[in-house]
């Protein structure tokens, strides 16, 4: 495994901090496995932030969004893994998604929607619709509340990688 992602034009370069990966059959079975997994994995790259309890507590609740999306929106087969890297304030989840067409596509336009000017009334409507929870309504949260940017790309042939770019010091 690489240590570093290669970055782009202008672009930091990204630190691995961790990755853990769950069977998405597993994962899917109890809604509680978010938040554990979340705050798991929000105390191992919290410690050494400016003020590490409210990091904690940000990260935590940033990635149970990010990991909730996840539980709603993925195929129920293959491996779901986690990735958290590090360049200077900057932490990014990269979440490998099973998936088919229809499940790319959703992330697709939910990345879309959640990077628009207009993603805080995106936001609203789905949070205050009736009837079923809007699938997007972590990453819209995330992109308003958060700051989060957000990029999706294909992870192989059964599988998306959902990158979110967290900024929670400067939050």
Known sequence: MHAQSHPGAGEPEFKALLEIAIQA???ASNWEH???IASYVARMVSHNRTDSLLYLNLFSSALNELLETAFRAHRGEGELACKVLRAGPIDRVELTIPSDAAIASFYRDAVDTAQRPDAAES???AL???G???RRI????LAVD???KFSVREAGRSSVRLVADLALDEA
């Not at 972590?138 to 949260?141: A, R, T």
């Open 25 to 27: 059959d597993v994962f």
């Open 132 to 134: 079923p929870v809007d």
């Open 146 to 148: 958060y700051r989060a």
């Open 34 to 36: 978010c938040d554990r």
């Open 128 to 130: 205050f619709a009736e």
């Open 123 to 125: 936001y609203m409507a």
């Open 138 to 141: 972590g990453l819209l949260e």
